[in-house]
């Protein structure tokens, strides 16, 4: 199990489409969760385009965490998103693919799906992973935010043993000689712009990596530079805490990822293009054609940052060791 958090320093460059693309395009099941401290959950007014209304809140959460249920109620929190095409949803169903194009539809599923429209947005049943079946894309999940800037605050004690009970998701989806079970899950997390009021900075030890979303130009990368050098100090100083990395949102506008890295300190492991077709599937819940230029963008992305969180797990059995 891998817990990635993305976080910017100014403005809004991606972070909460990048969470999702990402969380969307894994090789193995993901859960996306919003920590933004703005509030207001962009993934439920935005990707889920207001139609799909939260079962919890985050202060439902936390009543629970008190209650001592939080792993109970985070799973019954979360919203499946079906990243299935309407042909795969049909042959699962028996029925014929719906709607116009349904033929060509693009992978998702609408106003609960990045790609098409008209998506099934469920909740999966007792012992399913979001409907999955062998050769179908892993299961995915959100976990909406605080729906308000003061619930903020109040979750603020929810991050950190929320933390722990991903770091169970991998042992509870173990299988036995009869059912081999699921791969693990991992764990991506909006956690919206650094040094806000009520920012999750519990997580920011939490997490195995951390993406910093920017956009390439000068006000940007100006404000990133700061957090970059702090990064890279205290993970010098302290190798064991998490290791950062840049996610560069439309390279060469006007500089490239090579210029990027030097003057932010950090690897860029994720370059994504300015696609906004693409970035409206995730962001809106647009629809839109298979295999966009972002789409291909955060698989290959996703390729290097799996390569990084095994690299940091060597780092640290050595440290440890």
Aim: glycine share 10%.
């Amino acid at each position: 199990m891998s817990l990635v958090l993305l976080t910017s320093a100014s403005g809004a460059p991606g972070v909460t489409t990048t969470t999702l693309g990402l969380a969307c395009t894994w090789v193995r099941p993901a859960i996306a969760i919003e920590a933004d401290p703005v509030g207001g959950s962009a993934i439920l007014a935005g990707h889920f385009r207001g139609f799909q209304a939260p079962t919890l809140s985050t202060a439902d959460l936390v009543l629970a965490h008190r209650a001592g249920r939080l792993a109970e109620q985070f799973a019954a929190a979360l919203l499946p998103v079906d990243v299935r095409t309407p042909e795969r949803r049909a042959r699962r169903s028996g029925e014929p693919p719906r709607g116009p194009g349904a033929a060509k539809a693009a992978p998702g599923g609408g106003s609960g799906d990045p790609g098409t429209s008209g998506s099934e947005v469920r909740r999966p049943g007792r012992g399913e992973t979001g409907g999955r079946t062998a050769g179908e894309a892993p299961a995915v999940a959100v976990l909406p935010g605080p729906r308000s800037h003061p619930q903020a605050r109040s979750a603020l004690e929810l991050w950190e043993p929320l933390s722990f009970v991903w770091r169970t998701l991998d042992r509870e989806v173990e299988g036995t000689d009869d059912d081999p079970g699921t791969p693990g899950t991992d764990v991506f997390i909006d956690a919206g712009r650094l040094g806000m009021e009520w920012y999750a900075e519990s997580l920011l030890d939490r997490a195995d990596l951390i993406l910093l979303v920017t956009r390439s130009d000068l006000p940007s990368l100006a404000a990133a530079r700061p957090w970059a050098e702090r990064a890279v100090e205290t993970h010098r100083l302290h190798p064991e805490t998490p290791a950062w990395a840049v996610a560069l949102v439309g390279p060469d506008h006007p500089y490239n990822v090579r210029e990027v890295a030097h003057v932010l300190g950090l690897p860029v492991l994720l370059t994504l293009p300015l696609d906004p077709r693409g970035a409206a599937a995730y962001s809106q819940g647009l629809r839109t054609k298979p295999r966009r230029p972002l789409d291909r963008a955060l698989r290959h992305g996703g390729t290097a940052i799996r390569e990084q969180l095994a690299a940091t797990r060597k780092v640290l059995h050595h440290v440890q060791s």
